[in-house]
């Protein structure tokens, strides 16, 4: 039984913080583009990049700043609309600018703030569109403003994506909030996600850096959409203390809880992406099992979820388990063949390495469903591991055809 519980307001359901979304000019449609997260005091800051060479400049600015002085971050601005990469010097001097803003809004310090991206590669960001909207942004900031401050870092997103759940530690609430966005260009090492999550615990600084990281490995590096990897990748991770429960230190209990904790709202945001990706129909699970080790089971899985032909055919409602046991072969994790297991939902498609007999009407029927459940055995080692992805539509070439169009 999971040891915490559903609640509502995302990343200002942890005590002291606020969000607020606006509509700042900065995308053509109109629709909401700039969000603000604000900690009511000095938090403790954690985050994980892109691994892509071409970076924004607001990734460069936020790892510099982290890894400088990790203790006193204090608000999160980020807009939609533009990605601020590929844009040389002046894309960085916006980002200062843009840090010089909030802190002048909030009688903060520029250091204080960290800065987030998403849009179109290679435009500027307008800030002085972002200085004229300032004044109403911080009015706006309320513990009521996730939703809204979530709609507002979306770009091809159909929903927003919202999470926040609560536990108790050493008698004391304790909880973890989160927003994100992401549809397309999704693929780990990290993907154009950007992921936000909220704390009101106190934890020890290099703790809650090695919990997020360890926590994105098992979440955000384990979906993809399409095999690509963004530029503007980042999940950041504030930690304010405002629970007041006691500092949580390494190889504690109560460490264990809080990553726990930490995980399940990073993998809920990541399945969320996953299910939303540009033209999805479905959400597809891929749990194998049988492998030496988790990191072995984990990329046997991303494989499998990643690969084109298997998403086709999720589409199509194929059962063509033989695209998947492709994939597996190919992920690069060494298995004998004749051990090999296959199984859409309960349909046993092989079983050790030879085909069975099955209806393939209604093999066919289960891939109707959402999410669609792709298991794997490949012996009988104690690793296992998941990855998510999504279907393939038509409809995704259509989109990114006419991305800037």
Known sequence: MADWQDIPGGVTAPQGYRAAGIAAGLKPSGTKDLALIVSQNKAIAAGVFTTNQVRAACVDYCQ?????????????LCNSGQANAGTGLQGWDAVLEKAKIVSQSLGISPDAVLIASTGVIGQQVPVDKIQAAMPDLVAGLSTAGSQIAAQAIMTTDLVPKTVALETQIGGQAMRVGGIAKGSGMIHPNMATLLAFV???ADVEVSLWQQMLRRAADRSFNQITVDGDTSTNDMLLALANGQSQTATIQESSPEAEQLEAVLTEVCVRLAKAIARDGEGATCLIEVQVHGTEDQPSAQQIARTIAGSMLVKAAVFGR???W???AMAAGRAGVPFDPRQLDIRLGEFVL??????QVCDRQATSQYLHQDPVIIQVGVGEGAGQGKAWGCDLSYDYVKINAEYTT
């Not at 092989?350 to 085909?355: A, E």
């Open 322 to 324: 033989g695209r998947i």
């Open 318 to 320: 194929d059962p063509n």
């Open 350 to 355: 092989m079983h050790q390495g030879c085909p």
């Open 64 to 76: 510099q700043r982290i890894q400088a002085n990790p203790t006193d971050i204090q608000a999160i």
């Open 198 to 200: 909220t704390c009101d």
